[in-house]
């Protein structure tokens, strides 16, 4: 079965950290180009950052910058989220993507295949 499932959400402080993990099976993550996205109540669904064809200089949007780094261990077949300083506007719900890799950054959602389930981030005190 294809599919990606997210897990390392939860609850945390301000200035706190957490790390998201999205874990593939059925195909391989290894040539597939990754995004995570978010949505926040009330709000539409946003790019958070994304690869290309390599994980080489990763794209972010300006207001995580710094602060997210996206990853992945080739081995568990599996790409990371870790989310730094967290901050209340950081709350929502978590989705990360997969789709075929390629030479442009992009967080059109018709260029992902594979999509999880998605996972709360709440951050507050």
């Known amino acids: 079965q294809v599919q990606l499932v997210e897990s390392g959400g939860g609850t945390e402080q301000p200035g706190g950290s957490l790390k998201l993990a999205c874990a593939a099976s059925?195909?391989?993550?290894?040539?597939?180009?990754i995004a995570w996205f978010r949505q926040a109540p009330g709000k539409e669904r946003e790019g958070v950052s994304c690869?290309?064809?390599?994980?080489?200089?990763?794209y972010y949007m300006d207001s995580v910058k710094g602060r997210f780094t996206i990853s992945r261990d080739y081995a568990k077949n599996t790409v990371y989220l870790d989310m730094n300083s967290l901050k209340p506007e950081d709350t929502a719900i978590y989705y990360c993507?997969?789709?075929?890799?390629?030479?442009?950054?992009?967080?059109?959602?018709?260029?992902?295949?594979?999509w999880g389930q998605g996972i709360q981030v709440t951050v507050s005190s």
């Open positions: 993507a997969a789709g075929p890799s390629r030479w442009f950054f992009t967080f059109d959602p018709r260029h992902y295949d594979y």
């Open positions: 059925g195909f391989d993550l290894r040539n597939q180009a």
């Open positions: 690869t290309k064809d390599t994980d080489n200089n990763p």
